[in-house]
């Protein structure tokens, strides 16, 4: 957002709680990864400068990455101010309350993302003392764990990457199946991702589909890129010895129960996945390009039996890991754009409350617009909104005989 408002020549700063990279460094596991290509880092006037483009950057990487780009461009960057409120005056300016002050400006653009608060179920209460409870969030590796066999409640992205992580360092892995979708690394020659950009998935609209709402708040699917990229095939998991389980539904003590969903959970992550390879191939049909066949995949193990109860005791269970994803917090917002679901509404990052723009939700604009891929673009159309409002108010200015300035823009995370 910055490097776009700068070269428009709109007066702004950005306030930073922490410093750059922090969410990447301190709420990462050590063995993180980008799940997708490095090629697929596009932020404004600084694509991926490495030399492994189809490579996967570590955790350390994307730190420094992010870090380049702010030695790049220099960005006008407050760290370490933290904003506690943020309202909008009568006057129209907004009025920000910060750890370091108050200030003022025309416009703000709150980047913060997502992800806030780690969330995890009431049911944890339930959970004995001597149980070690870790967020996805916390999570680092293995050896932070007490010895014993592990539980990982969740299956999107974080908790399957966490399962194998785990299960790489000879743990005994239980891990409780959601219903997130799952997507091969490769398929025909080529990176998956690499197929989906060239087909323009990434480039859908929002505007495209008829449940905007559900779309906003699908799982992503899971896949990983670790040591160059791989499927992250839950049945090949239980063949080697993780055990699988459905939904957890309830905690009483030791006791734990689950749904009877396993099943349906692991036919679901693979037909969605087949259906991408479908889609490949009707790509490929239609667009006469020559590359290999490739076989189907074939499950590699069934769950015969689900088991619906497990006693943590007996199965040896030191520690649950909570993969159950964040909630957003945004009370230091007083302003009236926010849903039932605490999403804020807008159109493209522009919400009705004029002056007041949001960057980097997932799905804001399109598929790629909560990730370095596409995250860019977005920033450029609010530049443009946020340039068009300042040129609008200095000729309004102007035309009333008021003193003429420049609308400045804040941009928050």
């Known amino acids: 957002m910055s490097y776009c408002l700068g070269r428009r020549g709109v007066e702004h700063v950005v306030i930073e709680a922490n410093r750059v990279g922090h969410e990447w460094r301190e709420r990462r596991w050590d063995s993180f990864c980008l799940v997708t290509p490095n090629w697929q880092c596009r932020l404004p006037g600084y694509p991926y400068q490495g030399d492994d483009p189809d490579g996967f950057m570590v955790r350390d990487e994307i730190v420094r990455y992010l870090e380049d780009y702010v030695s790049f461009f220099r960005p006008p960057l407050v760290e370490g101010v933290t904003v506690t409120r943020l309202r909008?005056?009568?006057?129209?300016?907004?009025?920000?309350?910060?750890?370091?002050?108050?200030?003022?400006?025309?416009?703000?653009?709150?980047a913060t993302g997502p992800y806030h608060t780690p969330s995890v179920p009431p049911m944890a209460q339930r959970l004995p003392d001597a149980i070690t409870q870790v967020h996805s969030s916390r999570y680092r590796s293995p050896d932070q764990l007490p010895e014993g066999a592990v539980l990982v409640v969740g299956t999107g992205q974080s908790?399957?990457?966490?399962?194998?992580?785990?299960?790489?360092?000879?743990?005994?892995?239980?891990?409780?199946?959601?219903?997130?979708?799952?997507?091969?690394?490769?398929?025909?020659?080529?990176?998956?991702?690499?197929?989906?950009?060239?087909m323009g998935h990434y480039d859908r609209s929002i505007d495209e589909f008829g449940d905007a709402g559900a779309v906003r708040m699908r799982v992503n699917?899971?896949?990983?890129?670790?040591?160059?990229?791989?499927?992250?095939?839950?049945?090949?998991?239980?063949?080697?010895?993780?055990?699988?389980y459905g939904?957890?539904?309830?905690?009483?003590?030791?006791?734990?129960?689950?749904?009877?969903?396993?099943?349906?959970?692991?036919?679901?992550?693979?037909?969605?996945?087949?259906?991408?390879?479908?889609?490949?191939?009707?790509?490929?049909?239609?667009?006469?390009?020559?590359?290999?066949?490739?076989?189907?995949?074939?499950?590699?193990?069934?769950?015969?039996?689900?088991?619906?109860?497990?006693?943590?005791?007996?199965?040896?269970?030191?520690?649950v890991i909570w993969s159950t994803g964040f909630r957003r917090?945004?009370?230091?917002?007083?302003?009236?754009v926010f849903d039932g679901r605490g999403y804020p509404m807008h159109w493209r990052g522009a919400t009705s409350t004029p002056g007041l723009h949001f960057l980097g939700l997932p799905w804001q604009y399109?598929?790629?617009?909560?990730?370095?891929e596409a995250v860019g673009r977005d920033a450029e159309f609010l530049a443009d909104h946020i340039d068009a409002s300042r040129r609008l108010a200095d000729v309004c200015g102007t035309l009333t005989g008021a003193p003429s300035e420049l609308a400045s823009a804040l941009p928050i995370g």
């Open 329 to 336: 917090d945004h009370r230091w917002i007083e302003a009236p």
């Open 88 to 110: 909008r005056s009568p006057s129209g300016v907004f009025e920000l309350s910060t750890t370091a002050g108050d200030f003022t400006a025309e416009q703000v653009v709150v």
């Open 366 to 372: 399109s598929w790629g617009s909560g990730r370095f």
């Open 247 to 319: 939904r957890l539904t309830a905690i009483t003590g030791t006791d734990l129960e689950f749904a009877d969903d396993l099943k349906v959970n692991l036919d679901h992550a693979d037909a969605v996945a087949e259906g991408i390879k479908d889609a490949i191939d009707a790509h490929i049909t239609a667009h006469g390009i020559a590359v290999p066949t490739e076989p189907r995949y074939v499950p590699v193990w069934e769950p015969h039996e689900q088991p619906r109860a497990l006693n943590l005791e007996a199965a040896g269970i030191t520690s």
């Open 159 to 198: 908790g399957c990457q966490i399962a194998e992580d785990l299960h790489l360092a000879g743990r005994q892995v239980h891990l409780a199946v959601g219903s997130a979708p799952r997507v091969a690394r490769r398929y025909r020659g080529r990176d998956c991702v690499a197929w989906l950009d060239d």
């Open 221 to 244: 699917h899971y896949v990983t890129g670790r040591d160059g990229g791989r499927d992250i095939d839950l049945r090949g998991f239980a063949r080697d010895g993780m055990r699988l």
